[in-house]
C-alpha cells in the first residue's frame, strides 16, 4: 500500500525541500571529512564547498517558517554531522577561506571577496528558481550582490554587474515591501543576474596580469584560475 507523505502541492514542496536540505547537510558533512584527511585537494574543497554553501543559505531561508532551527532539524532525524553544521550554520565560509583569513594576507581579503561575489550571484538566481519574488525578499540579496563587487577594486564603475544591479535596486526601492516580480521581471532579472556573472568570471585577472602585482597577485591569480575552472563549466 502507497503511503503519501503530503496531501497537496505545498506540502510536496516542503517535503521536497526537506529532502534538499538533508542532501546539502550530508554532503557538506562528506566534504569536510575529505578535506580534514586530505582525499580531496584544498582548491576543490573550496569551490565546493562555497556552492553548498550559498544553496543552504537560499533553501534555510525558504524554509525559515518551517525550520527555525537547521540543528534541531539535524537531531530530529539523527543525521550526526557536527562538521556540516558548524560550516553551514556557525562558520558560512570553507574552512579554507577561514585559514587565509587567520593569516591576515592582502591575497586572502581578495580571494574571499571573489568567493563572496560567486556566492552571492548563485545565491541571487537560486532565490528566483525558488520563486522568491517579493519585493522584501529580492532586495537584501541584490544589496549584498552590489556591496560584494564593490569591494573589487579590478572592476570599474560601468561594470555590467552594477550598472545592471544599480538599476534593479532603483526600480526595486520603488516598488512596496510586499509586492512580487511579475513572470516577466523575474526571468528578466534571471536573465540579468546569470549575464552579470558571466562578466564577472571573465573579468577576474588572470595569472598572466597577477604577475606585477607580488605575492598577492601570484596568490590572487591562482583562486581566479580555480574560480574560472570550477564555477564556468
Known amino acids: 500500500m502507497e503511503v503519501k507523505l503530503w496531501n497537496d502541492k505545498r506540502e510536496r514542496e516542503m517535503y521536497e525541500n526537506f529532502s534538499e536540505l538533508y542532501a546539502i547537510i550530508k554532503a557538506t558533512e562528506k566534504l569536510e571529512r575529505a578535506y580534514i584527511r586530505d582525499v580531496i585537494t584544498s582548491s576543490v574543497y573550496e569551490i565546493e564547498c562555497q556552492k553548498l554553501i550559498a544553496h543552504f543559505k537560499t533553501l534555510s531561508s525558504t524554509l525559515k517558517g518551517t525550520i527555525p532551527n537547521i540543528e534541531r532539524f539535524a537531531d530530529t ?3 550526526d554531522c557536527p562538521a556540516a553544521i558548524n560550516r553551514l550554520v556557525t562558520s558560512g565560509v570553507p574552512a579554507t577561506v577561514e585559514h587565509r583569513a587567520a593569516a591576515a594576507s592582502s591575497m586572502t581579503s581578495s580571494a574571499a571577496a571573489v568567493a563572496e561575489c560567486t556566492q552571492n550571484f548563485i545565491t ?5 528558481k525558488l ?8 532586495h537584501p540579496l541584490l544589496s549584498d550582490l552590489a556591496t560584494s ?5 579590478f572592476l ?20 512596496g515591501a ?3 516580480l511579475t513572470e516577466q521581471q523575474a526571468r528578466q532579472l534571471h536573465f540579468d543576474l546569470e549575464s552579470s556573472y558571466n562578466s564577472f568570471m571573465a573579468a577576474l585577472p588572470n595569472a598572466d596580469s597577477s604577475k606585477s602585482d607580488g605575492n598577492h597577485g601570484k596568490g590572487l591569480g591562482k583562486a581566479v584560475r580555480i574560480l574560472k575552472c570550477n564555477f564556468i563549466h
Do not use: C, H
Open 77 to 79: 532525524y539523527k543525521m
Open 124 to 128: 541571487a538566481m537560486d532565490s528566483l
Open 131 to 138: 520563486n522568491m519574488i517579493a519585493v522584501d525578499q529580492v
Open 149 to 153: 563587487l564593490n569591494k573589487l577594486t
Open 156 to 175: 570599474p564603475p560601468d561594470f555590467l554587474g552594477k550598472v545592471k544591479l544599480k538599476e534593479w535596486i532603483a526600480r526595486l526601492s520603488k516598488m
Open 178 to 180: 510586499a509586492d512580487e
